[in-house]
């Protein structure tokens, strides 16, 4: 949403990654002996403990006007500072959407995510993702594969995210790549043991070729909603900064991404289908974390209590938010939009904001909050 977001387009590449479109198609994916792409080739033993922990916490889906493939808060890095501040780390991280989940996830360094949204899509998307995670030695194959363009000859897994997003803005998306990717994710996907019909199939590969066909230009659209222009594309995600000025997303750093890989690789990142108000996904994930021991330390609700609101589910949104075990450190991380507040930065259409989560009961016991502005300005904490 920011104007003046970093771009890479135009940027000195290497003479090797110029080259990498002429390389053939099992040297550009990665395909030796070593590559995980290659051993995907072999059939995998269903994940069932994975795939049955999915089925036990999720609800029947509801809907949603968007695929919502990418988020469209630029400002969703803002709060990370304050994380840290706050010492908001370990524990049960709970999110909604797709990837900015990831960027929380490195920050905080749980000991495991649990991604619920109402739509199943969501789910379906997730599971893209962990595919790509497993598929996946480093964060440029991850972006070669989600986009479908082929790997350089060599590459360094600390490469500078700049460079990353340089090389995959001058390589064009490769048909045959693509198909290779589609079909090594397939298989991953079949590999966790969530059951799947032809059309949840079907949908994983609408979403992976949409990734593919618009590359990093990606944006945030909605079926009902014209598409905005402050909505960022996904090269601007991607490079986005923190209020320090550092590049803080999951992508950016090596490091971050193979913490986010790892706990997907463990199953320790779990897609939900929920209700943020409902009666069984919420009260499910709340006597399962009990049930580990475990108390909730970030619980990111992107935009969604504004909608929560104006259905007057805020008061079921509490009754949920109250089963949770929470640290007593634990936040929530919100996304504002059409609100201008002291969080705010000037050329961002949205406002990242942390509140505890004691803080937010004791505010809505106490009868102060009476509405959607109420409930995001009357605990809020500062930036910084």
């Known amino acids: 949403m920011s104007a003046d977001a970093p771009r890479a387009r135009g940027r000195a590449l290497p003479r090797a990654l110029a080259l990498a479109p002429a390389l053939g198609l099992a040297l550009a994916l990665g395909l030796a002996a070593q590559s995980p792409v290659g051993a995907e080739r072999r059939p995998a033993r269903p994940d069932t403990g994975f795939a049955a922990i999915v089925a036990r916490l999720s609800e029947p889906g509801g809907y949603f006007d968007t695929d919502n493939l990418i988020s469209n808060e630029a400002s969703y890095q803002h709060v990370l500072g304050k994380l840290d501040a706050l010492g908001v780390h370990g524990g049960a991280y709970l999110g909604?959407?797709?990837?900015?989940?990831?960027?929380?996830?490195?920050?905080?360094?749980?000991?495991?995510?649990?991604?619920?949204?109402?739509?199943?899509?969501?789910?379906?998307?997730?599971?893209?993702?962990?595919?790509?995670?497993?598929?996946?030695?480093?964060?440029?194959?991850?972006?070669?594969?989600?986009?479908?363009?082929?790997?350089?000859?060599?590459?360094?897994?600390?490469?500078?995210?700049?460079?990353?997003?340089?090389?995959?803005?001058?390589?064009?998306?490769?048909?045959?790549?693509?198909?290779?990717?589609?079909?090594?994710?397939?298989?991953?996907?079949?590999?966790?043991?969530?059951?799947?019909?032809?059309?949840?199939?079907?949908?994983?590969?609408?979403?992976?070729?949409?990734?593919?066909?618009?590359?990093?230009?990606?944006?945030?659209?909605?079926?009902?909603?014209?598409?905005?222009?402050?909505?960022?594309?996904?090269?601007?995600?991607?490079?986005?900064?923190?209020l320090d000025g550092r590049r803080r997303g999951y992508l950016a750093r090596e490091e971050d991404f193979q913490l986010v890989r790892t706990l997907e690789a463990r199953g320790r990142v779990i897609p939900v289908v929920g209700d943020l108000a409902g009666t069984v996904a919420l009260p499910a994930i709340a006597d399962f974390l009990r049930e580990r021991g475990l108390a909730v330390t970030?619980?990111?609700?992107?935009?969604?209590?504004?909608?929560?609101?104006?259905?007057?589910?805020?008061?079921?949104?509490?009754?949920?938010?109250?089963?949770?075990?929470?640290?007593?450190?634990?936040?929530?991380?919100?996304?504002?939009?059409?609100?201008?507040?002291?969080?705010?930065?000037p050329g961002y259409a949205s406002t990242q904001l942390l509140e505890r989560m004691d803080d937010l009961l004791a505010a809505w016991d106490a009868g102060k909050i009476h509405g959607y502005f109420d409930l995001v300005t009357v605990a809020a904490l500062p930036a910084r």
């Not at 490195?106 to 497993?134: G, S, T």
Request: without cysteine; hydrophobic residues 45%.
């Open 96 to 242: 909604v959407g797709p990837d900015q989940n990831f960027t929380y996830i490195a920050a905080i360094r749980p000991e495991l995510a649990i991604i619920v949204d109402i739509r199943r899509d969501n789910l379906l998307q997730q599971l893209l993702f962990r595919a790509l995670f497993q598929l996946s030695r480093d964060r440029l194959q991850y972006l070669a594969l989600l986009l479908g363009r082929p790997l350089p000859p060599t590459h360094r897994a600390d490469e500078d995210i700049e460079r990353i997003v340089a090389y995959l803005d001058a390589t064009p998306l490769q048909p045959a790549t693509l198909d290779s990717a589609l079909a090594a994710v397939r298989r991953a996907v079949l590999s966790y043991g969530v059951p799947l019909s032809d059309a949840d199939l079907a949908t994983i590969r609408r979403f992976h070729t949409t990734f593919a066909k618009a590359g990093l230009d990606l944006r945030f659209e909605s079926f009902s909603r014209g598409v905005q222009s402050y909505y960022p594309v996904l090269r601007q995600l991607v490079l986005e900064r923190d």
């Open 298 to 345: 970030a619980y990111y609700t992107s935009n969604v209590e504004f909608y929560l609101a104006r259905e007057d589910k805020l008061g079921a949104f509490m009754t949920d938010l109250r089963r949770l075990p929470r640290d007593p450190r634990a936040v929530v991380i919100r996304s504002v939009f059409r609100f201008s507040l002291p969080q705010s930065v």
